[in-house]
């Protein structure tokens, strides 16, 4: 069964603070991995990630990809409380068009 | 501009009623897809379409209906049969193919009476 996990479920932090957010996953003919941020209501697209050790950056945040060990971490420097959101990762296995969603990372940033 | 256009934003069920949510997309994607949100499960896939006239199910399907007799348009359905709907429902498009992205709708927060 595909499977997408995300770590941890919640996190508080201080302004300024770096964090790094977890997700790993089980699933058969991996295509791609995407990370997304929900502010309120809509999903917004962050990152796409295909090969291993490539890091993708815009601005603050940063996400790179093993293949290997089956996870992807995204990282943000310098937190801001514009940062508080959902952080979701989505799988796109290379079987049709279906996206299998993690339970999300709940980021507070605390002034 | 391009994007995807969901309502109501907010919906009330009665027992026992039908309700539809409504989406629409003028991004001339192939594909739509209708997620459920509940607090801590992350997004499940209900049901999923790659082109007018065909869907698939998703995952959660038993207790809601869709059809794509338009391109830009894949309402949801949720019947009396689904026991438990309240949650949150995105809706999402994106380009049939690989390494493609999904859009999303601002959402419908359906609560029952």
């Known amino acids: 069964e595909d499977k997408v996990v995300q770590s941890p479920l919640s996190l508080v932090v201080h302004e300024g603070d770096t964090v790094t957010l977890n997700c790993s996953y089980e699933v058969t003919n991996f295509r791609s991995l995407l990370w997304y941020k929900q502010e309120k209501k809509a999903p917004t697209f962050l990152f796409m990630l295909t090969s291993s050790g490539i890091e993708k950056k815009s601005g603050r945040l940063s996400s790179i990809l093993d293949k290997k060990e089956l996870f992807s971490i995204l990282n943000i420097t310098a937190t801001q409380t514009g940062d508080s959101a959902v952080y979701l990762c989505?799988?796109?296995?290379?079987?049709?068009?279906?996206?299998?969603f993690g339970t999300g990372t709940s980021l507070t940033v605390i002034p | 501009d391009g994007g995807i256009t969901q309502s109501p934003k907010y919906l009330f069920r009665k027992e026992g009623q039908n309700v539809t949510l409504s989406c629409e997309q003028n991004l001339n994607h192939d594909a739509m897809y209708w997620y459920r949100q509940d607090p801590g499960q992350g997004l499940r896939l209900i049901y999923y379409?790659?082109?007018?006239?065909?869907?698939q199910k998703g995952d959660i399907a038993e207790g809601y209906s869709v059809s794509r007799e338009k391109k830009e348009s894949f309402p949801l359905t949720v019947t009396s049969a689904q026991k438990n709907p309240t949650a949150f429902y995105l809706c999402?498009?994106?380009?049939?193919?690989?390494?493609?992205?999904?859009?999303f709708g601002s959402g419908t927060q359906l609560s029952v009476l």
């Open positions: 989505a799988v796109n296995p290379n079987t049709g068009n279906q996206f299998y």
């Open positions: 999402a498009s994106s380009i049939w193919g690989a390494n493609e992205k999904l859009f």
């Open positions: 379409s790659q082109i007018v006239n065909d869907f």
